[in-house]
């Protein structure tokens, strides 16, 4: 058996891969997931590259709320304060007090349980704001994912929301895109689109196949490209 493909970081369809969990008994590589949800569940590797699995298999609570959750309901039980990203109980439910911080850290992301169902808190600022559930992915733009100011958040595609990701734990040239090459004896700068990986070149040092990345992601993501180096155009 082949070396297991890194997947850690990488987003499928509504899930981000957290962590490998082994194979199972066929021997097929399992990864732990976060769903945009808020739920975790556990995928074939070979499912999620192909796109077999693409949720946790939950009903999608940012496009069909199953208990109903509308934009009046939220505005009636918490209050949202945009220019920090926070949300605050604005009725005692549960074991909830009014005025305590609502929401809890999973995975990086806040996730706010409301009738008992769990809610990303940037798909609930964004309905509290635009009055509507986000009809795609949201990107957070500094890449923090507890940082759920309005200012921070914008939609994305599946593939635009990948772009604006850190290097992968696996990355040992210290730049996004960029390895090295045995064969060549060179660092190799590379983009993925759509699945698939494009050459753009050999390089003497890893700087400058980073900032050959930069060029090519900029030109083809814009805003959303993650870059190595600030000052590129």
């Known amino acids: 058996m082949g070396k297991a493909i890194d997947l850690v970081g990488q987003r499928f369809a509504r899930l981000v891969v957290i962590r490998p969990r082994g194979p199972n008994n066929q021997g097929n590589m399992l990864w732990e997931c976060l769903c945009d949800c808020g739920k975790t569940t556990v995928a074939k590797g070979i499912y999620l590259r192909k796109g077999h699995t693409k949720t946790c298999g939950c009903m999608i609570v940012d496009e069909r709320p199953a208990d109903g959750l509308t934009h009046a309901h939220l505005l009636e039980i918490l209050n949202y304060d945009p220019e920090i990203g926070v949300f605050q109980w604005k009725k005692k439910l549960q074991r909830h007090e009014v005025g305590e911080i609502a929401g809890k850290k999973t995975h990086g992301y806040i996730s706010i349980c409301i009738n008992g169902e769990p809610y990303p808190a940037h798909r609930l600022a964004w309905l509290y704001v635009h009055g509507e559930w986000p009809g795609n992915l949201l990107d957070h733009i500094n890449r923090q994912r507890s940082d759920n100011r309005i200012a921070n958040l914008r939609l994305a595609s ?48 890893s700087q400058s196949a980073a900032r050959a990345y930069d060029k ?13 180096f600030q000052d590129a155009t």
């Open 158 to 205: 599946p593939q635009l929301n990948n772009m604006n990701s850190s290097i992968q734990s696996n990355n040992t040239s210290g730049y996004k895109g960029v390895s090295w090459d045995k064969r060549m004896m060179e660092w190799a700068a590379y983009i993925t689109l759509g699945r698939k990986k494009f050459h753009l070149g050999y390089f003497s040092n």
């Open 216 to 228: 090519a992601a900029t030109e083809r993501f814009g805003e959303f490209a993650c870059l190595n």
